[in-house]
């Protein structure tokens, strides 16, 4: 099975406010990229796994 998220206003906030996970390696994930996930996205990718 496949399953699609759709990020923007899904698990990435593009204008609507949301609590946001914070990230465990906080100078990796600057480094890697400016996106904050959705709070509880780790959870549910790691459910659908």
Do not use: V
Not at 26 to 39: D, N, P, S, T, Y
């Amino acid at each position: 099975m496949r399953i699609a998220f759709d990020l923007d206003n899904t698990l990435i906030r593009c204008g609507y406010d949301f609590p946001l996970e914070k990230p465990k390696r906080a100078m990796l994930a600057k480094l890697l990229g400016k996106e904050e996930l959705r709070q509880g996205t780790k959870e549910i990718i790691d459910y659908c796994h």
